[in-house]
Every structure is written in structure tokens, then in C-alpha cells.
């Protein structure tokens, strides 16, 4: 699953987003701005 430029919500949202998408693809890529990658804690 690709999720590309979600930076149109904030970086709050967009961390639940990823943690709920993650649970369902075998590989999950996201296009994220430096300021909203910081605000995720996954591992990448």
C-alpha cells in the first residue's frame, strides 16, 4: 500500500492513519514531509 502526500492533515492524524493501515499491508510506504516524519514513531 502506498500512501502518498497525506501532509493536507496533520501530523496527529496522520501517525493514526499509519498505525491503522499498518496492520493490513505487507509492505506500507508513506510520503511524508520531514515535520510530519519526525512526529511518527514507527520502526522504518
Partial sequence: MI???PEA???DRIARLIAY????PD???VA???EDASA???DH
Fill in 3 to 5: 500512501l502518498h502526500s
Fill in 9 to 11: 492533515i496533520d501530523s
Fill in 21 to 24: 493501515f499498518a496492520e493490513y
Fill in 27 to 29: 509492505f506500507l510506504i
Fill in 32 to 34: 511524508l514531509l520531514q
Fill in 40 to 42: 511518527i514513531d514507527v
